[in-house]
């Protein structure tokens, strides 16, 4: 049996990674509309592939984000509020250790 609690930590855990944190934290502070407003760091290529295949449908199927992959935008989703409450909490995107 599936309880409420399950599956806001279902979806929560589409928060663990880092790119999908800088995703939600640019839509809550406006500096994120599309794929490319997302400052990709380091492995460009690997990263941006990852953020397609792998962040941004976990942010999606949460309903953190609302993605139109035709067009390249992204908005916040049904449950976007959910997510951006936790905006505070996150690290400094900034200040992580391996950003080159």
Sequence with gaps: MSTTRDTLAARTAALDATEARRTVAGLADGTVETVADLRVRGRADEI?????????????????????????????????????????????????????
């Design 48 to 100: 941006a592939e990852e953020l397609r295949e792998v962040h941004l449908p976990a942010l999606e199927e949460a309903g953190y984000i609302e993605w139109d992959r035709e067009a390249g935008t992204i908005a916040p989703g049904p449950n976007f509020d959910e997510a951006a409450a936790h905006v505070a909490d996150l690290p400094d995107l900034d200040e992580e250790p391996g950003d080159d």
